[in-house]
């Protein structure tokens, strides 16, 4: 199918692109890798007045650690993601997601702040944003607002951000401590969406115990959910069996799966509690095993 006419822009400013979502609001749409919105557009689910490319906008790219948070520019592609291998021992959770979305040509256009803006419940950013508590930058003409990866998903394809709005940059607090993570998903075939995945991050004291921890649910709910607590039953504890075991079933029960053609709800749960414990496991060793 063909899209519906609109009028396409690219400007080489973000206050441009700022000024014409103010003008336009509801009737715009920014694109940036075009991995969702283009399917959207020809298959007319979408139907913006003008498309507004944040393609040639400087200062939207880049992995960079500066004040205690990586910094992850919103037009930043999965692919850098992947390669930025700097980020191992300290947010291992997003080097083994992003090589588990779609397969490479996915992945050397689409963007993670692309995913995140869509909001599909099963989108693999919107679970480790959540596990690693992350926040987002996002400007409007009207200034900046930073928004906690909580909270920001409020349902399938809907998110707090305004019709006016832009994401430039999603910030990840990396503290004190060692820390482990770990990302597993269960697709179909290679390159699928997940059928079930799950995002793990934890963070160990000085004294062995678990100071915090985060996990997050893709595609068991109408949107990424935190297994708020599964957390809780962690944090304070010295590792064992048995306390990975009960977050695991705390986090299998916080998923709110439907039936479809990839499984029951009831086998969705059990995967999601299933890969909490393996992924915990995992999270704690490479923590462990890591240097302060
Ligand atoms: C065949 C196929 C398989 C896929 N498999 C997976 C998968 O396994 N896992 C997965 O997570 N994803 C998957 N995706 C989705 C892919 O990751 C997309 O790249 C991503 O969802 C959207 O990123 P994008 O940069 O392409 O955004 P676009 O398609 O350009 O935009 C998506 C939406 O976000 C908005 N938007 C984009 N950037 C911004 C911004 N900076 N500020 C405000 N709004 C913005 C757009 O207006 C639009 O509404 C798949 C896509 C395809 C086509």
């Given at each position: ?194 059928s079930v995945a ?65 499984g029951s709800a ?27």
């Amino acid at each position: 199918m063909f899209p519906a006419a609109f009028d396409y822009i690219a400007p080489g400013a973000l206050d441009e692109v700022l000024s014409l979502l103010s003008q336009h609001g509801d009737d715009a749409k920014v694109l940036a890798g075009g991995q969702s919105l283009i399917p959207l557009l020809k298959l007319r689910f979408a139907s913006p007045v003008i498309v507004i490319d944040i393609g040639r906008v400087d200062g939207l790219e880049g992995i960079r650690q500066e004040n205690g948070h990586v910094r992850i520019g919103a037009r930043t592609r999965h692919r850098d993601v992947e390669s930025a291998t700097d980020l191992r021992g300290t947010l291992d959770v997003l080097l083994d997601a992003a090589p588990l979305i779609s397969d490479p040509l996915i992945r050397n256009m689409g963007t993670v702040g692309g995913s995140i803006c869509h909001a599909d419940p099963a989108g693999d950013w919107g679970a480790v944003m959540l596990a690693v508590g992350a926040e987002f930058v996002v400007r409007s003409s009207g200034g900046e607002r930073v928004l906690p990866a909580v909270g920001f998903f409020e349902g399938p394809f809907t998110t707090g951000l305004h019709a006016d709005e832009v994401m430039t940059e999603i910030r990840i607090p990396v503290g004190a401590g060692r820390s482990g993570g770990t990302y597993l998903k269960l697709e179909r075939k290679v390159g699928d969406f997940a059928s079930v995945a799950t995002a793990v991050h934890v963070v160990l004291g000085g004294d062995g115990r678990i100071s915090s921890a985060g996990i997050g649910l893709c595609a068991v709910g109408a949107q990424s959910i935190k297994a708020t607590a599964a957390e809780a039953a962690l944090v304070g504890q010295t590792p064992s069996d048995a306390v990975i075991a009960e977050a695991a079933r705390l986090a299998g029960a916080a998923a709110e799966p439907k039936a479809d053609i990839r499984g029951s709800a009831e086998y969705k749960r059990d995967v999601a509690r299933v890969f909490v414990q393996r992924g915990l496991h995992t999270a704690i060793n490479r923590a462990q095993g890591a240097t302060a």
